[in-house]
């Protein structure tokens, strides 16, 4: 290949000592060069990329894309330091420099360069040539594309404005900034701290303010900072950098009044700044800014603490890198509204907020931002805060429904709802086969013994009752169990028609039914008889004691159920009718005498007679509780039954004074007397 | 250890090409951390002709952290508490305020400069300052009469040294002074 006579060959050894980046595109042709011009203009020019991306494909790229909107042109200029490379192959023919010029191809990658300018560059090439007298031109021909590079090809208007298809506007803007900071890293800086020449490489160059530092002071000095929780210091160390700032922004009439001085939390990962510490940097500023702002809610949990949800601020996201770039892409925007908002708040110590619901956004309790309790809806009125160790209202209306609409597990104690079926329940909890009704034990084997005749013909109060509170115990239970059996397989005797069904809801899914259903219907329709004449009277009978002999065949018997609870049969608990618990039923509950009705049809207790039920309160429970006194019987669980109001019930005692010993015993029973006073004023309305 | 190099080279710095009226010595050349600095009364202010004692303490995170400055030879001026050690009310000395790439001979001026204009209005002194804002003349007075009784002689650095307690010069700003000072100058002379 070296033919010593080829001038090409000397041509070609000059070129590549003045130009050592030159490569050979071709391995197998010498004579084709190809070389990157770097397009870096004397001064830094504004590029402009007018119109919307999807405007005009890259055509000529001579005029301006006519499909861009106006004037927006303007708007989304950019000054740029370094446009992409010019990339220059010249292949060397055979027959040159003699007879044939050097052929020259032109490319920028993206193609930013329009193509009359390419076509010009290009044929430059033969034109110095011609002007060389037919010599060697390469090197007059790469220092003519380089100083046309300088001048930016004479593309640059007189305003110093360049204008670029938006399609390249991503990636022309990337390579400046790659340009920048290889720029950067090449050049030798005096950290201000440490007061030592540092390589650019080995330097941060402030994003708001361009100040320079060796990331080793930086990151010494912000993470020293943090960890002392002092983050106010997070900010650029030259002195007076801020007021710098301001006066920079007050002589361009900008209306910021503040520059900021803060570092956003992306730049400390730039610098970088461990992540876990920008994470703490992140976490103290969020809760300065929560301190500061007069009108933060904190959240009335005491284990929580966090603040309530506001417009004006974002809580910080975890920090994860990628939401931290986010935040900081928002950041401006936030800006002025953080401004306005600190402004607000100076102004303003105190402002009510719009709205009394506050919801924390560390544990989205939604809470009444006055009195701090949980929500209660706009239109009641705060509740006087609960004292300590008192239960709230709320609290015991929950242990009231929990009394009245749950058996509790002989077992384990848990709470368990029915929702409905049988009264032969397992406990999901501790697997314990219990009755639902007085909560005795039952045994595995035959749990249903309990609810028939023993071989002594002993009967238990639950005797016959094995299908009672068929859809469920307690308030909106039941009706639309989904694969439950929702309708009575007897006729109903009174057909007074039972209200729309309300939907089932499951206060304390803790119970499974059993699944032998075949068992329970033989079960159900052996007894039926029975059954029916104890649900007309006392569908929700509790354990307590009759009297009398019942004229149903009610005996009198005793049958021990578990090993802990003592039952005296009663088929015909002393129901007092009761136009307080009517009363107390509110709408749902249609009337009561209507419910003693309905109850007759074990299956169609709908709403009406759950309604009922759901009036008994205190009173009806009550009412057994005063007739078991005299047996001593330890009836703490049965008598949680629902009571059907009774006409022919017997009275013992004036109903006022019923009314307190029942409650008395009860809760006695329960160890719960304490409530009694507070319950009392609540009754005490009603009665 | 960023730290020493770093105070290495402003004390060359200082001691090479030292800013106007400022004159810094080490008192002692194993610790780099205590400066004393002679500061020449400003010529065009009262406290002319006098030479007064600075005691810089420099902290172990330096220059993270503010250098403390306090004046060991006593001074009539509204923002340098009327005591031993005298402490001084510099803006940018506040920890909230320093910025690491502040050097010391910036901070030196800074404290020169006060000599000159007193800030009146960020007192730590407040009868002085408000001798300062109400009585001009009565505050020069009492001003040089302190030069001439302490800044005449020998600097001492040695805050105990800095004079007997002056009867003419009531000290309401004992109480006012925050005290941010460590230290009382250093014993080393």
Not at chain 1, 47 to 52: I, L, Q
Not at chain 2, 141 to 169: H, L, T
Request: glycine share 8%; hydrophobic share 30%; proline share 9%.
């Amino acid at each position: 290949m070296a033919d010593t006579g080829d001038d090409r060959d000397v041509e070609l050894g000059s070129l590549s000592a003045i130009f050592p980046e030159i490569q050979h595109p071709h391995p197998d042709d010498p004579y084709t060069i190809l070389l990157d011009l770097p397009v870096t203009p004397s001064q830094a020019v504004t590029v402009f990329f007018p119109g919307p991306v999807d405007s005009a494909p890259p055509q000529g790229n001579d005029g301006p894309p006519a499909a861009g909107p106006g004037q927006r042109a303007a708007v989304d200029s950019h000054q740029l330091a370094h446009l992409p490379p010019l990339r220059l192959e010249i292949a060397f023919g055979s027959k040159y420099p003699a007879e044939q010029p050097p052929k020259a191809s032109v490319s920028t990658s993206p193609p930013w360069l329009p193509a009359a300018t390419i076509k010009q560059l290009e044929d430059d090439a033969a034109r110095l040539w011609e002007d060389m007298g037919r010599d060697m031109v390469g090197f007059a021909y790469i220092d003519h594309v380089q100083q046309a590079a300088e001048r930016v090809f004479d593309l640059v208007d007189v305003n110093g404005s360049l204008e670029v298809d938006p399609s390249y506007k991503i990636a022309i803007l990337d390579y400046d900034i790659q340009a920048r900071k290889a720029a950067f890293d090449k050049e030798t800086y005096e950290c201000g701290v440490c007061l030592e020449p540092k390589k650019g490489s080995a330097c941060h160059k402030m994003l708001d303010c361009g100040h320079v530092f060796c990331v080793a002071c930086l990151q010494d000095f912000y993470e020293a900072a943090i960890k002392e929780g002092n983050v106010a210091a997070v900010r650029c160390p030259a002195p007076s950098c801020a007021r710098e700032r301001e006066k920079a922004a007050g002589s361009s009439g900008k209306k910021r009044k503040k520059p900021r001085t803060y570092i956003n939390p992306s730049e400390l990962l730039q610098i970088p700044i461990d992540p876990e510490t920008v994470k703490r940097y992140v976490d103290i500023k969020y809760k300065l800014e929560l301190e500061a702002d007069k009108n933060t809610i904190y959240c009335p949990r005491s284990w929580c603490g966090g603040a309530a949800r506001s417009k004006k601020r974002k809580k910080p996201e975890g920090l994860e890198l990628a939401e931290v770039e986010e935040e900081s892409g928002s950041e401006d925007d936030d800006i002025d509204d953080g401004d306005q908002a600190e402004a607000e708040g100076k102004s303003k110590p105190y402002k009510a907020p719009d709205s009394l619901l506050a919801i924390c956004e560390d544990c989205d309790f939604a809470f009444c931002s006055r009195c701090r309790q949980s929500w209660h809806g706009e239109y009641v009125l705060c509740a006087p805060p609960a004292e300590k160790g008192q239960p709230s209202a709320e609290e015991n209306a929950t242990l009231e429904y929990l009394r009245y609409y749950t058996t509790p597990c002989p077992t384990c104690s848990v709470p368990a709802q029915k929702t409905m079926g049988c009264n032969h329940m397992i406990c999901a909890r501790c697997q314990t086969h219990f009755c639902y009704l007085c909560a005795a034990w039952l045994s595995e084997d035959n749990p249903y013994s309990h609810f028939n005749e023993d071989s002594k013909g002993n009967k238990t109060s639950c005797y016959g009752r094995l299908w009672e509170l068929e859809l469920g115990d307690g308030d909106d239970v039941g009706h639309n169990f989904a694969g439950g059996p929702v309708h009575a397989p007897h006729p109903a005797p009174a057909p007074a028609p039972a209200p729309a069904p309300v939907p089932a809801q499951r206060v304390i899914p803790e119970i499974e039914e059993p699944d032998d259903d075949d068992d329970d219907n033989e079960d159900h329709n052996r007894n039926g008889r029975g059954r029916d004449n104890h649900g007309a009277r006392d569908v929700r009978a509790a354990a307590g004691p009759a009297l009398e002999a019942h004229a149903d065949g009610g005996q009198v018997g005793i049958a021990r159920e578990g090993p802990l609870v003592l039952r005296i049969a009663a088929n015909r608990p002393a129901a007092p009718a009761r136009g307080g618990a009517a009363r107390r039923g509110g709408g749902r509950g249609a009337a009561a005498a209507v419910g003693a009705q309905q109850q007759q049809g074990r299956n169609q207790r709908g709403g009406a007679a759950r309604g009922a039920a759901a009036q008994r309160g205190w009173r009806g429970r009550g009412a057994n509780n005063n007739n078991n006194n005299n047996n001593n019987n330890p009836a703490g669980r049965g008598p949680r039954r629902r009571e059907v109001p009774d006409v022919g019930g017997d009275f013992v005692l004036a109903p006022a004074d019923q009314e307190w010993v029942r409650q008395f015993v009860q809760l006695a029973l329960n160890d719960q007397e304490d409530i009694l006073l507070m319950m009392e004023d609540d009754e005490g309305a009603d009665i | 250890m960023t730290s020493n190099k770093r105070i290495t080279k402003e004390l060359a710095e200082c001691t090479t090409h030292p800013p106007v009226g400022i004159t810094v010595t080490l008192p002692n050349d194993s610790d780099l951390h205590t400066w004393h600095v002679i500061l020449d009364g400003p010529e065009d202010s009262v406290y002319a002709g006098g030479k007064f004692g600075l005691v810089v303490k420099l902290p172990t995170e330096y220059p993270f952290k503010a250098p403390t400055i306090t004046f060991s030879t006593r001074i009539y001026h509204p923002n340098v508490t009327n005591d031993s050690p005298g402490n001084i009310c510099l803006g940018l000395l506040k920890s909230d305020k320093w910025k690491p790439s502040t050097r010391l001979a910036s901070v030196l001026e800074s404290v020169r400069a006060l000599l000159e204009e007193p800030q009146p209005e960020d007192p730590l002194e407040a009868r002085i300052a408000d001798e300062y804002r109400t009585d001009r003349k009565e505050f020069e007075k009492n001003a040089r009469a302190y030069v001439q009784r302490y800044a005449k002689g020998p600097v001492k650095f040695d805050a105990s040294s800095a004079g007997p307690a002056d009867g003419n010069a009531s000290q309401p700003g004992a109480a006012t002074a925050t005290a941010t000072a460590t230290g009382s100058g250093g014993s080393r002379t």
